[in-house]
């Protein structure tokens, strides 16, 4: 993979990983150790390189977890190297001979480092190496070394991964929860709805059985007809009655605690022919039914 050398994106492309600052983890700490014994080399890093610091993922032969960018061997081997970049000995280098990592502690001699490129071209950091005295590896030293660099990619990128889904199930179980809410929301609308309804329905049906009872009871009707009818309208809005209570009960009630009972249904047929009685009179039409 060619190289890029923007660095705000390359800056983009290294956070978007999102994992600076993270714990330790094994997979990470043994591409360290096995860098380190590759090359015969006390310290090993497995670094990555944000705006003003260079984070250690995993480290052996030292303690620290960072340094300052500027300070980092590894910032020259992001942009310069396509492979590998080897320092044999920093005293002689100009880019390192005033580094205080060089003149001070811990007085770095050697460096090695393979940049750790992602699919779009851009050096997060490096796998490297480092000594106090002057070496150099060999070819297949830094086969070894880009290979553990690679591997590291992949494991970034299995991360991102991983992260990326995270991100996608923690969104769906939030609109999961909100849906909830709102569903918690509609069904204590359509309760008191419910309630509302079914108090301001029986009321006028209270009054048109009343009335029709009374009107029944105190008037001698000639036409059998019209006596049947009254009996009718109060049967009707009792029936109604009956409904609207059964469908408050119902609204009160959660699915788990509903009890189903045996019922017969030669009964519900007949109520419903007697019901249907006055429709079907009039298009002089004829209920059949065989008993059940």
């Known amino acids: 993979m060619l190289k890029k050398f923007n660095e705000t994106e390359r800056l983009k492309e290294v956070n978007s990983y999102k994992i600076e600052d993270t714990l330790t983890e094994k997979e990470y700490d043994d591409v360290a150790f096995l860098a380190s014994s590759l090359c015969g080399t006390p310290i090993a890093l497995v670094t990555l390189l944000y705006e003003d610091r260079q984070w250690f993922k995993a480290a052996v032969g030292t303690d620290i977890k960072e340094n300052k960018r500027e300070l980092s061997f590894c910032t020259h081997a992001i942009a310069e190297a396509e492979d590998v970049m ?18 001070g502690g811990p007085k770095l001699v050697f460096y090695a480092g393979a940049p750790i490129v992602n699919k779009n071209g851009y050096s997060l950091g490096t796998v490297c190496v480092y000594d106090v005295i002057e070496k150099s590896l060999s070819d297949e030293q830094k086969k070894g070394l880009k290979i553990l660099s690679e591997q590291v990619m992949g494991l970034l990128e299995l991360r991102k991964q991983n992260v990326q889904l995270e991100e996608t199930v923690n969104v769906r179980t939030e609109e999961l929860r909100n849906n909830n809410i709102q569903l918690e929301h509609t069904i204590a609308e359509l309760t008191s709805f419910t309630f509302v309804a079914s108090h301001d329905l029986q009321e006028p049906l209270r009054k048109i059985h009343m009335f029709s009872k009374h009107i029944l009871e105190s008037e001698n009707f000639s036409n059998s007809k019209t006596q049947d009818y009254f009996n009718r309208i109060i049967s009707a809005s009792k029936r109604m ?4 209570h059964a469908l408050l009960d119902f609204s009160r009630t959660n699915v788990s605690d509903l009890i189903f009972e045996p019922c017969d249904l030669n009964v519900i047929v007949e109520e419903s022919k007697d019901h249907l009685q006055l429709t079907i009179s009039e298009k002089q039409a004829v209920v059949e039914y065989e008993n059940l």
């Open 241 to 244: 009655q009956n409904l609207i």
């Open 86 to 103: 080897q320092v044999e000995n920093a005293n002689r280098d100009v880019r390192f001979m005033h580094n205080p990592l060089v003149q």
